[in-house]
């Protein structure tokens, strides 16, 4: 049987949905052992950046799309998703008002660089650099949107601090295949 060139672009759609599906209910399948505080001190889970991305493509807001996962460097990763601000905002319950409206409308490539430190219970996420339609933030002007404009918008965030980490997670390592979880000895 040969198959015409009309069937190629369907068939790879379907395989590929089925590959994003498969990773999303693998990913799932992890978390959910991680969350049910049954797995053995010592035990590893590693969660693979595309069951990370899978996952990520099931929970982003609205105004959010595309969004990928990549290790950037040791315990650094690179998160990359369109952004339309106006949209976030709105699904969040904020609508913002006619002036940031128009600011805000649209899509624009966002690229947020942490790197992420993690040992006895606790993790820390430090962000390196943003970018937004290619313009790059950071140092002190990086830490003053942090402090000034994310933290007060998400008050529950942490950012620069280490925090505890729950379900008896020991650590978290970041590494080339994915995001290393071990469960507390």
Do not use: C
């Amino acid at each position: 049987m040969r198959l015409s060139p009309g069937w190629v672009i369907p068939l790879l759609l379907v395989a590929m949905l089925a590959a994003a599906t498969t990773a999303y209910d693998s990913a799932q399948r992890k978390f959910n052992s991680i969350e049910s505080d049954r797995l053995r001190p010592g035990s590893r889970v590693t969660l693979t950046y595309p069951e990370l991305v899978a996952f990520a493509m099931h929970s982003v807001p609205d105004g959010v799309r595309d969004p990928n996962l990549e290790r950037t460097a040791p315990q650094t990763v690179t998160g990359r998703a369109m952004v339309d601000f106006g949209k976030l905002r709105s699904a969040e319950g904020h609508p913002p008002g006619w002036l940031m409206a128009k600011l805000l409308e649209g899509e624009r490539p966002v690229s947020v660089t942490a790197r992420i430190a993690s040992s006895r219970g606790h993790v820390q996420v430090d962000v390196q650099r943003v970018a937004i339609s290619g313009m790059e933030i950071d140092g002190r002007t990086l830490d003053f949107l942090i402090q000034h404009i994310v933290l007060p918008l998400y008050p529950d965030a942490v950012v620069g601090r280490p925090f505890a980490l729950s379900h008896h997670i020991d650590r978290l390592d970041i590494g080339p295949g994915g995001v290393g979880v071990t469960i507390a000895r």
